[in-house]
């Protein structure tokens, strides 16, 4: 079992940033990769970001240059920046690790007003 636990949301001004934070626990030793997915009201989860354990990453193109995901080898956390944030950024975004199965954390609310 993997858990995860997000923490960084918050309410922010257009153009402001964010930073989330996961951290993942348990039987973490075999984790493929690591995602931020986000959901906005009334529409599906969609992927923002993801890293490989090879640290390949991959961008939502809604995001490229705006959101950076990272995660140092040495911790069990993953980061994500998000600059030039914007108000169809608002969702509750997940944390997401895959092993054999797949594992999400709780999610953290990101409001971005106009």
């Known amino acids: 079992q993997v858990q995860l636990v997000e923490s960084g949301g918050g309410l922010v001004q257009a153009g402001g940033s964010l930073r989330l934070s996961c951290a993942a626990s348990?039987?973490?030793?075999?984790?493929?990769?690591m995602g931020w997915y986000r959901q906005a009201l009334g529409k599906q989860r969609e992927l923002v970001a993801s890293?490989?354990?090879?640290?390949?990453?991959n961008y939502a193109a809604s995001v490229k240059g705006r959101f950076t995901i990272s995660k140092p080898s040495a911790k069990n956390t993953v980061y994500l920046q998000m600059n030039d944030l914007k108000p169809e950024d608002t969702a509750i975004y997940y944390c997401?690790?895959?092993?054999?199965?797949?594992?999400w954390g709780q999610g953290t609310q990101v409001t971005v007003s106009s």
């Open positions: 997401n690790a895959k092993r054999l199965a797949s594992y």
């Open positions: 348990g039987t973490i030793f075999s984790i493929n990769a």
């Open positions: 890293i490989t354990r090879s640290r390949s990453t």
